[in-house]
């Protein structure tokens, strides 16, 4: 621990893996993802936010993704998961948020969607929303981030460079002891004769013994709280639903590197999607017999290992970027402090 300003792992000297970044080192490296935040930080109780990553720019209900969805440890609430899991595809932005703000994120989603150009006659979409605990730092019982705020995230979603640390959803999460939030963090995968960006974004707020490229860092008294983390995996490859699900189970590889706990009390989610415009479902392919390619089993293991690799570096990311944050323990009613972490450069060369 060190006095220096949040710096993202890499300018550490924390290398993680083999395989290049991307120009960004974000989720955004993907082709036509983007990710919008807003952050909720008023008084001495407000800590909340939340954080839209929407698969490509258009009308997701009319071009939906094929996506997967890995659960490790189900302690949490994953609105649309069940939807995702028998039709293997997403059809509205991902929100990210607090626990009990879930409900406003489906709210501000079925808003958003029903007023799109071409939506007028829909009657049913499936709002994909995750969450973790917040109630640390923020007064949890209170409406934020409200409905408009949500619909303010996703309008607001560009792509480029992404925020990380305590903003958007990551406002006032806590991983191992430290202020948690948001991490991102991409890797380029040559896979046969072709080359596929893939990209991670985390929201962490879960427990264990903090591990940094392979280096345990202090104990700490709170490291064995419980938590729960989001991870949301974009990758311009043509993957089917059921390689989409393995992609995303090998996210948890990259969290258990970090030293998590993986405790009974841990919501530990992934959801992975491709962007590939060949694997799009269109309108006019729904309607078909498709054709559609994708990379086959004996292909894909290099994705595997980005997807650990990735997921790794974007759960430090959340951790280095973040900031010390005073905020309100709900559960306790009392001022809650939460540390950042700092880590001097070059110190895991």
Do not use: W
């Amino acid at each position: 621990m060190t006095d220096q300003p949040a710096q993202r792992a890499s300018a550490c000297g924390i290398s993680i893996g083999r395989f290049k970044t991307g120009p960004l080192n974000a989720i955004t490296d993907v082709a036509g993802v983007k990710v919008g935040h807003v952050t909720c930080v008023e008084g001495e109780r407000i800590r909340t936010g939340v954080t839209a990553v929407l698969p490509h720019g258009g009308n997701l209900f009319q071009d939906k993704v094929p996506a997967g969805l890995s659960i490790f440890n189900g302690f949490g609430k994953f609105a649309g998961a069940t939807q995702i899991e028998e039709l293997g595809e997403i059809e509205t932005p991902i929100l990210l948020t607090n626990t009990l703000a879930v409900g406003r994120a489906i709210e501000a989603i079925n808003r958003y969607t029903l007023d799109q150009p071409g939506n007028e006659r829909v009657v049913s979409l499936n709002a994909v929303v995750g969450e973790t605990n917040d109630s640390r730092l923020n007064d949890i019982r209170q409406p934020r981030p409200s409905i408009d705020e949500m619909r303010q995230a996703i309008e607001v979603a560009t792509s480029g460079p992404v925020g990380e640390g305590a903003v958007g959803a990551g406002t006032g999460t806590v991983a191992f002891g430290l202020k948690g939030g948001i991490g991102t963090s991409s890797r380029i995968v040559p896979v046969a004769a072709h080359s596929f960006t893939l990209g991670v974004l985390v929201q962490s707020n879960y427990g264990g013994r903090l591990t940094v490229a392979g280096r345990h860092v202090e104990d700490l008294a709170e490291h064995d709280r419980d938590g729960s983390i989001v991870i949301i995996l974009a990758t311009d490859a043509p993957l089917c639903p059921r390689n989409l699900k393995r992609l995303a189970s090998r996210a948890f590889g990259g969290l258990a590197r970090t030293g998590a706990a993986l405790s009974n009390g841990s919501g530990d989610y992934a959801l992975a999607f491709s962007t590939s415009e060949e694997v799009r479902r269109t309108q006019e392919r729904r309607k078909a017999v498709m054709t559609i390619p994708s990379l086959s089993n004996d292909i894909v293991s290099p994705l595997f290992e980005a997807a650990i690799e990735a997921t790794e570096e974007a759960i430090l990311n959340s951790l280095t970027m973040a900031e010390d944050t005073r905020g309100f323990n709900a559960a306790t009613g009392k001022s809650s402090l939460v540390k950042a972490l700092r880590l001097s450069p070059g110190a895991h060369n």
